[in-house]
DNA sequence: GTATTAACTTTGATCAATCAAAATAATATC
DNA sequence: GATATTATTTTGATTGATCAAAGTTAATAC
């Protein structure tokens, strides 16, 4: 059994690990998500270690093993039924149901979570919109969508490049246009044959629908 | 704030003394409920008594503060409401929801368990009959024990039959084992499994502790 | 190709909660 | 009253989680 603190390594590891769409996390990342020095961080990461949880690669950062992964998923389960019980069924605030969630998800029981998604209906969605992974830990992500697709004021983010291209990825990294990146469309014109993006606080600029094409993307609510 | 461990001893310590009606709670007695080495309890007390919770009397035992009675109350609202709601609500078993109240008590906030009283129309009562302290912790009349807890020669008045069940409740009602009858305790035998008590100038009779179990009542000065 | 800087690791210390086992005090027994 | 028993306290050690500060590496800059 993972102690309150481990689980909340391993959700918060687990997040950024399908943020940044990368396999090793960080210890600087680490530390800085679960507010304590890196020293703190790297120590917990070999005793995590030890115990099964992730894999230590000194100097790099760390990666769920299976078995963390699977108790990382729960977690977020747990946080985000939790978080649709406080807003539907007490009416709290949505601005205060995650830190309620965050103190409760280490405390209910498997069996009462069963019955209180039972008692929700079984939802897929959390307040948020965020997806709620099942109880077997697989999150039916929404598919993705090329760029070309998106409508004019959408948030998206980057969730694969198609096309191998070195010359084509070498543009990609240079406008930011990498997986976990957040775009906003700013325009989306078929006559012009082209999309307007904005990636952060950079310049927006336009991509052509050849190769908007190859970007897929998921939508963000 | 005081830890979970430290509201647990709190509210173990508040049980014993409303159970017992004594002042001072030995630190064996501290050890036993809490599962820990006797050593432990009499280390925890110093602290607790350090950090204002209780007072902590050499060789004789402890007492609450008022502040750790304030909290300690607190603890066994918040119980007798998460069991109330697993139970309404959640259609829990009624053998499941102690442990789980038990975990969940340290991690619910004031905010939420204000919602939750509100969402189960502010009970008095818990499923086990028990009296739901207030906000401000009082509890609003002489907690029921149950029959099987009385010592002899006890004299009591009986408050609820926890069983709901009708061949048991038809077995009450010719024993004239009625909430608002006077009971008198004749024995009580741990060995022998049973209570012997008589109703008015009925013959005495015997219960085993099964069923003593399911008889609340009031202890009659 | 060295110097600077940023990221990471080590070291030594602390705190809460616990145990086992030895020491002490209080109570009961003869 | 001396002894045996039981309850309690002390002592010394451990474990998990943390920090501050010093020490290493690796990357970046110049």
Same mark, same amino acid.
């Given at each position: ?5 481990? +689980?909340?390594?391993? *959700?918060? &590891?687990?997040? =950024?690990? $399908?943020?940044?769409?990368?396999? /090793?996390?960080?210890?600087?990342? %680490? ?37 963390? /992964? /699977? =108790?990382? #998923? ?6 985000? $039924? ?19 969630? +965050?103190? $409760? ?9 069963? *019955? ?22 697989? &999150? ?11 409508? @004019?004021? #959408?948030? %998206?983010? &980057? ?14 990294? +240079? ?7 957040? @775009? ?10 082209? %999309?307007?993006?904005? @990636? ?6 336009? $991509? ?5 094409? /190859? ?7």
């Amino acid at each position: 059994m993972p102690s309150s603190t481990v +689980e909340n390594y391993l *959700k918060q &590891i687990l997040i =950024v690990t $399908l943020d940044e769409n990368c396999s /090793k996390v960080p210890m600087g990342k %680490v530390a800085t998500e679960l507010s304590v020095t890196p020293g703190t961080a790297t120590s917990m990461a070999k005793n995590m270690e030890r115990d099964g949880w992730l894999t230590y690669y000194p100097r790099q950062g760390v990666a769920l093993t299976r078995k963390g /992964k /699977k =108790v990382a #998923m729960n977690m977020l389960r747990r946080h985000r $039924l939790l978080e649709t019980f406080l807003v539907e069924t007490l009416d709290l605030d949505w601005s205060e149901i995650h830190a309620e969630a +965050e103190e $409760l998800e280490h405390a209910i029981s498997e069996k009462v979570l069963e *019955k209180l998604d039972q008692f929700l209906g079984r939802p897929r969605y959390d307040p948020h919109g965020h997806p709620i992974p099942s109880k077997g830990g697989v &999150i039916q992500r929404p598919s993705s969508r090329t760029l070309q697709s998106c409508k @004019v004021g #959408m948030k %998206v983010k &980057i969730d694969s490049i198609l096309d191998q291209e070195s010359e084509f990825l070498k543009f990609a990294r +240079e406008k930011k246009l990498l997986p976990g990146r957040e @775009v906003r469309i700013m325009g989306s014109e078929i006559q012009a044959d082209a %999309v307007t993006l904005k @990636v952060g606080r950079d310049q927006p600029f336009s $991509l052509g629908f050849r190769s908007a094409e /190859k970007i897929l993307v998921l939508e963000v609510v």
